[in-house]
């Protein structure tokens, strides 16, 4: 009888990672061989391009808009102050959001 699927693929994993695929196939009730088939083809990779640049560039506004908050706050200029703190909010919120995307994408 011939095989329906005759490639074997052969990888390394460290023992906590052993530990946690085992958990996770007991759970599934595949057996190991079906579980990572299944979790390897269904799940869609998403790679972002430019991510890592994109967030750096973030942090880098978040510090110089905190070096304007101190020259804001220490009375030395008012007419900005409200539209300074509504940009921190948005950066912050943005911030928040693509920390978010980043931990799913890696």
Same mark, same amino acid.
């Given at each position: 009888?011939?095989?329906?699927?005759?490639h074997?693929?052969?990888?390394?994993?460290?023992d906590?990672e /052993?530990?946690?695929?085992?958990? *996770?196939?007991?759970?599934?009730?595949?057996?190991?061989?079906? &579980?990572?088939?299944?979790?390897?083809?269904?799940?869609?990779?998403?790679?972002?391009?430019? /991510?890592?640049?994109?967030?750096?560039?973030?942090?880098?506004?978040?510090?110089?808009?905190?070096?304007?908050a @101190?020259v804001? *706050?220490?009375?030395?200029? &008012?007419?900005?102050?409200?539209? /300074?703190?509504?940009?921190? @909010?948005?950066? *912050?919120?943005?911030w928040?959001?693509? *920390?978010? /995307?980043?931990? @799913?994408?890696?």
């Amino acid at each position: 009888m011939t095989r329906s699927k005759n490639h074997q693929i052969k990888f390394y994993v460290s023992d906590e990672e /052993l530990i946690k695929l085992k958990e *996770n196939v007991k759970k599934s009730k595949l057996n190991q061989s079906d &579980f990572l088939r299944i979790i390897s083809i269904r799940k869609e990779v998403v790679v972002i391009e430019g /991510l890592d640049e994109l967030i750096t560039q973030i942090k880098k506004i978040g510090v110089n808009l905190n070096q304007i908050a @101190k020259v804001l *706050n220490s009375g030395s200029i &008012f007419d900005f102050n409200k539209d /300074l703190q509504k940009a921190q @909010k948005e950066l *912050n919120t943005l911030w928040q959001v693509l *920390n978010v /995307l980043a931990q @799913k994408v890696r």
